[in-house]
Protein backbone atom coordinates (compact mmCIF):
# COMPACT_ATOMS: atom_id res chain seq x y z
CA UNK A 1 0.00 0.00 0.00
CA UNK A 2 2.83 2.25 0.68
CA UNK A 3 4.00 1.66 -2.44
CA UNK A 4 1.21 2.26 -4.55
CA UNK A 5 1.01 5.82 -2.45
CA UNK A 6 4.46 6.92 -3.56
CA UNK A 7 3.87 5.85 -6.43
CA UNK A 8 0.53 7.73 -7.17
CA UNK A 9 1.75 10.90 -5.25
CA UNK A 10 4.69 11.04 -7.95
CA UNK A 11 2.12 10.84 -10.39
CA UNK A 12 -0.84 13.36 -9.06
CA UNK A 13 -0.49 16.85 -8.45
CA UNK A 14 -0.15 18.59 -5.35
CA UNK A 15 -3.33 18.72 -4.64
CA UNK A 16 -4.41 15.10 -4.45
CA UNK A 17 -1.90 14.68 -2.09
CA UNK A 18 -2.83 17.73 0.36
CA UNK A 19 -6.80 15.92 0.44
CA UNK A 20 -4.70 13.18 1.80
CA UNK A 21 -3.04 15.20 4.67
CA UNK A 22 -3.79 16.16 7.95
CA UNK A 23 -2.56 18.81 10.23
CA UNK A 24 -3.49 18.52 13.81
CA UNK A 25 -2.36 20.82 16.41
CA UNK A 26 -2.87 20.32 20.02
CA UNK A 27 -1.37 17.04 20.94
CA UNK A 28 -1.60 16.15 24.78
CA UNK A 29 2.08 16.43 26.45
CA UNK A 30 1.07 12.52 27.63
CA UNK A 31 1.16 11.79 24.02
CA UNK A 32 4.58 13.28 22.78
CA UNK A 33 5.14 10.51 20.40
CA UNK A 34 1.41 10.49 18.95
CA UNK A 35 1.14 6.96 19.37
CA UNK A 36 -2.37 7.76 21.09
CA UNK A 37 -3.60 9.77 18.00
CA UNK A 38 -2.17 7.22 15.43
CA UNK A 39 -4.21 4.57 16.76
CA UNK A 40 -7.43 6.71 17.18
CA UNK A 41 -6.91 7.51 13.38
CA UNK A 42 -6.10 3.96 12.18
CA UNK A 43 -9.21 3.10 14.62
CA UNK A 44 -11.34 5.65 12.48
CA UNK A 45 -9.65 4.85 8.83
CA UNK A 46 -9.96 1.76 9.25
CA UNK A 47 -13.24 2.00 8.85
CA UNK A 48 -13.26 3.36 5.11
CA UNK A 49 -10.20 0.66 4.40
CA UNK A 50 -7.28 3.33 5.43
CA UNK A 51 -4.62 3.59 7.21
CA UNK A 52 -1.84 5.99 8.80
CA UNK A 53 1.05 5.73 6.22
CA UNK A 54 3.61 8.13 8.33
CA UNK A 55 3.01 11.13 11.00
CA UNK A 56 5.47 13.97 11.03
CA UNK A 57 5.74 15.84 14.99
CA UNK A 58 6.90 19.35 14.82
CA UNK A 59 6.85 20.90 18.11
CA UNK A 60 5.26 23.75 19.31
CA UNK A 61 8.17 26.29 19.13
CA UNK A 62 7.02 29.63 21.04
CA UNK A 63 6.92 26.87 23.80
CA UNK A 64 10.74 26.11 23.47
CA UNK A 65 11.80 29.77 22.68
CA UNK A 66 10.16 30.61 26.22
CA UNK A 67 12.02 27.91 28.14
CA UNK A 68 15.01 28.92 26.70
CA UNK A 69 15.20 32.23 27.43
CA UNK A 70 14.42 31.45 31.13
CA UNK A 71 16.80 28.82 31.29
CA UNK A 72 19.27 31.34 29.67
CA UNK A 73 17.70 33.60 32.64
CA UNK A 74 18.27 31.82 35.72
CA UNK A 75 22.62 30.95 33.91
CA UNK A 76 22.58 34.08 33.94
CA UNK A 77 20.90 35.06 37.90
CA UNK A 78 23.24 32.52 38.76
CA UNK A 79 26.67 33.96 37.27
CA UNK A 80 25.77 36.75 38.83
CA UNK A 81 24.88 35.15 42.52
CA UNK A 82 28.18 33.41 42.72
CA UNK A 83 30.02 36.35 41.72
CA UNK A 84 29.31 38.02 44.90
Same mark, same amino acid.
Given at each position: *??????? %? &??? @??? @??? +? $??? $??? *??? !?????? $? +?????? =?????????? +????? +??? !???????????? %??? =???????? &?? &?
Amino acid at each position: *MLNEFVT %K &SKK @EST @EWL +K $ART $AYI *MGI !PPNDRK $A +KLLTTS =LNTFLGNFNG +KVLSE +KLT !PEYQSLIEIEQN %KKE =LEFQNILV &SK &S
